[in-house]
């Protein structure tokens, strides 16, 4: 094989490289600017729930039919009434929908039972402070406690799934790394409860422990930056092969 022979065949594999590279880059930077659309419709419809005057909690016939995607986030007003059960506490750092939250702390899950008879889920809010006792965090969900109904008005929301680096719960401390209510449930023996669980948002204890609040959307949006960043890779791709052809021809 000629020398030019050789030089030929190495800008062919060099150029399919580079067009293979041109492809990724290009790929990968049109779909963050496709992830940037789909994000910001997201916000823009989790916003307008929010927004949203509570209406009635879903019926449990409706149950099996809601959905993260169209349901999230929906405020509702009902009447429970909470169990005399075991109580779950969810680790926190902090929250992506509450600004008056930050951590470290526990978020206060339990059962509430409709008078239909079905049991619904509630995060009755932020607990300050992991490095408290357990009987110090039993003390402050006792007060809800009162085997009378209340009117909870609050947001649907779905399980999380554990991630392979979350920890296993502590069962003795009865506390969970993701809010997995469902898992709670099975585990405490709440029995069968609904498919989704709720933020509460009011009442406010008197205490202020566990503390409900109102949530808003903050969700991360830098698939513009991770856009141009591919792209800029892909142009950086192209000059390379362009500096080393003229090299190559130079030679």
């Not at 995607?69 to 059960?85: G, K, M, N």
């Not at 110090?136 to 799934?161: C, H, N, S, W």
């Not at 506390?175 to 709440?190: I, S």
């Amino acid at each position: 094989m000629t020398a030019m022979s050789k030089r030929r065949r190495g800008v062919a594999g060099f150029g399919v490289f580079t067009l293979a590279m041109l492809a990724l880059f290009i790929g990968l930077g049109v779909w963050q600017l496709q992830r940037r659309v789909e994000k910001h419709a997201l916000i823009a419809a989790l916003t307008e729930r929010l927004a949203v005057a509570p209406g009635a909690l879903p019926s449990p016939a409706q149950w099996s039919a809601l959905t993260p995607a169209r349901d999230e986030f929906r405020r509702v007003s009902f009447t429970a009434t909470y169990q005399h059960l075991p109580d779950a506490m969810v680790y926190s750092s902090g929250s992506a929908v509450r600004e008056d939250i930050s951590g470290p702390g526990t978020w206060a899950f339990l059962p509430a039972r409709l008078a239909s008879g079905e049991t619904v889920v509630v995060n009755a809010g932020f607990v300050q402070n992991l490095m408290q006792e357990r009987s110090q965090q039993d003390r402050a969900v006792a007060p809800l406690i009162t085997g009378q109904p209340v009117m909870l008005t609050g947001y649907l929301r779905f399980p999380e799934k554990a991630g392979v680096l979350t920890p296993a719960e502590n069962l003795a401390r009865r506390l969970w790394f993701t809010r997995d209510h469902l898992a709670m449930a099975h585990t405490l023996g709440w029995g069968e409860v609904a498919p989704f669980y709720i933020d509460l948002e009011q009442p406010v204890p008197v205490s202020g422990i566990p503390k409900p609040g109102p949530l808003e959307v903050h969700l991360k949006d830098d698939h513009m930056q991770y856009a141009i960043t591919w792209f800029a890779l892909a142009g950086a791709v192209l000059i390379a092969f362009g500096a080393w052809l003229r090299a190559q021809r130079r030679a």
